[in-house]
């Protein structure tokens, strides 16, 4: 109804919109609104059907954003996935679940963002988590973990698929990795990514039913009377009060199904958590933002924030795929994480950093300037002298929604791209999609890291296992012949690749003078109480899945909050 009245708005009942709504409502005396665009989902089994990744893709429940053409990748556009749902794409993605290194959660502090390294992060991505130790079964199909890394009494089951591969393939698929110097790890969760493991994924391995955001910290809970959610219901913008000095969100504006307006007001803080490709949009539409976007559509600037749907990072995805004379029924989720020389790339060159940052500046039309990202940039490049910037995740046909069958499949990306682009509004109207951007392959070295990834998987498939296991399907040989050129392979790379769907950085987390949208506290620049907390804050890529980490930001926020509150 209008007029409503709760302490906080979250926007977006997303990954973390879900998490931060929990944690703020055990507080008895303050109230939560969530207002989420999707329905419930709950019983939905392109969600609850574990074998059946991307069978909710292009459903009505994945908002289906397209990106722009692009200029570095043969002018294509490429399809960008988002889930729109109670549940936000926790109750789309593929359930992996890797947190990423060590020294990529400390790079955050050392930009400039106090109380954000892996030491003050790892205790809350071990607070969502109900790691579920896997079977005798599970161990015989070859996973492997250590307890000092994982949680045991968080909202959210992670385990290991119930129906796991057995047979000899983690053996052949181990040995092989062992043959080009990839050792196995324990786990992948302890902040060093490096080598071969079988994933842990966000599923219940009881009841063999995905694990989301909604399933974990909502249903349980729906019975708090502190807690509501409006479904079906978009946000538009946020609500000034007229105010000098810092801006104050006095509520939000939303629209129903059925079109009817209405705000609802908050008393203490306004949250953004509508992920990485519509949080910005809210903030433009709110008149937060770079003036020279704004401007052209009659907004005025309550606040200059230039960095605003800026940063945007995602990884490019290529895929290739084996046929096998053995039949395989179980799944695998084989994941390896490998660094530059594992598969013989060059470290970035220092001399090349410069030019880079001019470039992406350039590409971006200086919002963020090129002194900032060169910055950046030499803090990532110290980075990828230790992180992993490779990951290959092998499948069989099972865990993708086909029937047993000798189908195997290698998707391989570049984890950390140099390459950064944009999200902006272009219209007035909520409902139309804003202008997605990611730039794939701006930066010439992540389409060689790319390319030289591609290579290094075919070397994979090259060795005596593997090789008498199966035969390359697509591209095939034909198509990309063992000896293609470089430029046969870089023109393979930029026409076959997908999204990776690991969109991020778009608010990003950084001080101000670097482009920076929010603080340490994630509150936005300028404004006294509007935050935002999704994967739009992370500013640098990560050599992991995002949800491990998007939970954990949702978790340490929800302290940060509470920790006001009692003030
Ligand atoms: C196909 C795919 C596969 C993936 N696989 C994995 C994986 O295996 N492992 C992993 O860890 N990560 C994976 N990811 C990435 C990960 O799932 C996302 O990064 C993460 O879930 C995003 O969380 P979030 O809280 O930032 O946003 P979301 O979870 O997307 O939440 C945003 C919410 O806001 C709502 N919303 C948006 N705009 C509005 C509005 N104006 N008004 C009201 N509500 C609004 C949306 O409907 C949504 O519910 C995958 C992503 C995709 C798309």
Redesign the pocket.
């Known amino acids: 109804t209008p007029n409503d009245n709760f302490d906080f708005i979250i926007?977006?009942?997303?990954?973390?919109?879900l998490t931060l709504a929990n944690r703020l409502t055990e507080l008895p005396h303050i109230t939560v609104a969530v207002?989420?665009?999707?329905d419930k989902v709950l019983n939905n089994s392109n969600v609850t059907d574990t074998d059946k990744?991307?069978a909710a893709?292009g459903t009505p429940i994945?908002?289906q954003y397209e990106s722009t053409n692009q200029t570095y990748a043969a002018g294509q556009t490429i399809s960008?996935?988002?889930?729109?749902?109670?549940?936000?794409?926790?109750t789309?993605?593929?359930?992996?679940?890797?947190r990423g290194e060590k020294s990529q959660i400390d790079s955050w502090e050392t930009i400039g963002n106090e109380g954000w390294s892996w030491d003050e992060l790892f205790p809350y991505y071990k607070k969502s988590e109900n790691f579920i130790v896997p079977s005798p079964a599970q161990v015989a199909a070859g996973v492997s973990y250590d307890d000092a890394d994982h949680g045991e009494s968080g909202p959210l089951k992670v385990g290991y698929h119930p129906e796991l591969q057995n047979g000899s393939l983690h053996g052949l698929v181990e040995a092989a990795w062992k043959s080009l110097g990839i050792p196995s790890t324990i786990d992948a969760n302890g902040g060093d990514v490096r080598g071969f493991t079988v994933e842990q994924?966000?599923l219940d391995p009881d009841a063999n039913i995905r694990e989301d955001?909604a399933r974990a910290f909502y249903y349980p809970f729906q019975n708090r009377t502190n807690l509501h959610i409006y479904l079906n219901?978009?946000?538009?913008k946020v609500i000034w009060t007229s105010d000098g000095g810092d801006a104050v969100a006095d509520g939000v504006e939303?629209t129903s199904s059925n079109g009817t307006v209405s705000t609802i007001n908050a008393r203490r803080e306004v949250i953004l958590?509508?992920?990485?490709l519509?949080?910005p949009?809210?903030l433009e539409l709110s008149g937060v933002g770079n003036p020279s976007i704004l401007d052209k559509l009659g907004i005025s600037s309550k606040i200059v924030l230039p960095g605003v749907g800026e940063n945007l990072i995602d990884q490019p995805n290529n895929a290739i795929v084996y046929n096998s004379s053995t039949t395989f029924n179980g799944t695998t989720g084989y994941l390896t994480y490998a660094t530059a020389t594992d598969f013989h790339m060059n470290q970035p060159n220092d001399d090349d950093i410069p030019i880079w940052a001019e470039q992406v500046a350039a590409a971006n039309n200086h919002a963020v300037n090129a002194s900032s990202l060169k910055y950046l940039f030499k803090v990532q490049s110290e980075l990828l002298k230790s992180v992993a910037n490779a990951e290959v995740f092998l499948s069989t046909g099972k865990g993708i929604g086909l029937p047993p069958s000798g189908f195997l499949a290698t998707a391989f990306w570049l984890l950390m791209p140099f390459s950064r682009g944009s999200v902006h509004i272009s219209s007035l109207d909520?409902l139309v999609y804003p202008i997605i951007n990611p730039n794939y392959f701006l930066v010439d070295y992540d389409l060689k890291t790319q390319v030289a990834i591609t290579k290094w998987v075919r070397e994979f498939w090259m060795t005596a296992p593997m090789s008498i296991l199966a035969s390359e399907i697509s591209p095939g040989y034909t198509t990309l012949p063992a000896n293609a050129t470089e430029a046969q392979y870089t023109e393979w790379v930029k026409t076959s690749f997908s999204?990776n769907?690991?969109?991020?950085g778009t608010a990003a987390m950084m001080p101000r003078k670097l482009g920076g949208v929010v603080d340490n506290t994630l509150k936005v620049y300028g404004t006294a109480n509007l935050r935002v907390?999704?994967?739009?804050i992370i500013p640098f890529q990560i050599s992991?899945?995002?949800?491990?980490t998007?939970y954990a930001i949702?978790e340490k926020a929800a302290d940060l909050i509470k920790a006001e509150i009692k003030q």
């Open positions: 926007i977006g009942g997303g990954t973390a919109g207002i989420e665009a999707g990744f991307t893709l994945d908002w960008c996935s988002a889930g729109k749902a109670l549940g936000g794409t926790s789309i993605n593929g359930m992996t679940w890797v994924q966000t955001a219901t978009t946000a538009i939303v958590s509508a992920g990485s519509r949080s949009a809210i909520p999204s769907s690991h969109s991020l907390v999704d994967a739009s992991g899945h995002l949800t491990a998007i949702a």
